[in-house]
């Protein structure tokens, strides 16, 4: 009987914590850091749709150049608790999480798949700093 109980309390505070936190995409990824594999391109996300939703540095020949969703014309379009849609240059792109250090970002239509591991801030800071463009 204890065990049973046990596990009734502890089934009720993993539920409890699962409902405290996050409620939309931006605001579970808000100021997280992110880059591909290859460090092609580093990610922020930010939880304001109606402005920066996200920024990127995009590494071009060993130096960072910095674009944001509106320097590009990127548009938001939906958000849930695990996904971002937006539209950018004729294609909508939709951002998944996959778990908390991974992010899924696919063309709706198909065909293209990128992946982003979740990156702390010293290791978004060490990148950038090994490729300032002057």
Do not use: P
């Not at 009987?1 to 990824?29: A, P, Q, R, W, Y």
């Not at 460090?39 to 071009?60: E, P, T």
């Not at 548009?75 to 240059?89: G, P, R, V, W």
Request: with cysteine; aromatic share 16%.
């Amino acid at each position: 009987m204890k065990k049973i109980f046990l596990f009734i309390i502890v089934l009720i505070i993993s539920c409890s914590e699962d409902n405290k936190g996050c409620e939309t995409f931006l605001d579970c990824l808000n100021g997280t850091y992110w880059s591909s594999e290859d460090n092609a391109s580093i990610w922020r996300f930010f939880n304001d749709k109606n402005g920066v939703y996200l920024d990127v540095h995009v590494n071009q020949g060993g130096c960072y150049i910095y674009e944001d969703n509106n320097m590009v014309g990127a548009s938001f379009k939906f958000q849930t608790k695990k996904n971002l849609s937006e539209d950018y240059a004729g294609s909508n792109w939709l951002y998944t999480i996959v778990n908390d250090s991974l992010i899924e970002k696919t063309m709706s239509a198909g065909g293209n798949t990128y992946y982003f591991i979740k990156r702390d801030k010293t290791y978004f800071n060490e990148i950038l700093d090994l490729g300032t463009c002057n």
